[in-house]
């Protein structure tokens, strides 16, 4: 079998994926009692909507956001410790305007050419969770 190299056109948001409906969130950790810090990044500053837990997920704490079609669960873990490489890669429509808009609120994005055919920064969320946001280039 052939390795292939992603390109920017291999990315069609309207195909359905071999799973069926595609993916419907991403999880990462939190600390407990941290979800105030966590509504402020990923609210606030990033700009998701948070949406409300089911009662019986609600009580273990936590925090649920949504952008577009992807949601983040930022669940309680007891004995955190941030994701410093593994992180979700969330696709950008504006990508220089969100490094803006980070670097406004006092963040660094650390900008990464590793990937052909893609332009890409990492982020660090409250917790130190690592985040992708990435484009196609060109």
Not at 62 to 75: K, Y
Not at 115 to 137: H, I, K
């Amino acid at each position: 079998m052939e390795n292939q190299m992603h390109q920017a056109a291999d990315y069609d948001t309207k195909a359905p994926t071999p799973f069926g409906l595609g993916l419907h969130h991403v999880q990462l950790s939190m600390p407990a009692g941290t979800e105030d810090d966590c509504r402020r990044f990923y609210v606030d500053l990033l700009g998701f909507t948070e949406v409300q837990k089911p009662p019986v997920l609600a009580a273990r704490g936590g925090l649920w956001v949504r952008a577009d079609s992807l949601e983040i669960h930022l669940g309680v873990e007891e004995d955190f410790r941030p994701a410093k490489k593994s992180h979700p890669g969330i696709l950008v429509g504006d990508l220089d305007a969100l490094a803006r808009h980070v670097e406004e609120q006092g963040l660094e994005p650390e900008w990464d050419d590793a990937f052909p055919g893609m332009r890409r920064f990492y982020l660090r969320d409250n917790n130190g969770n690592r985040l992708e946001f990435l484009s196609p280039a060109g």
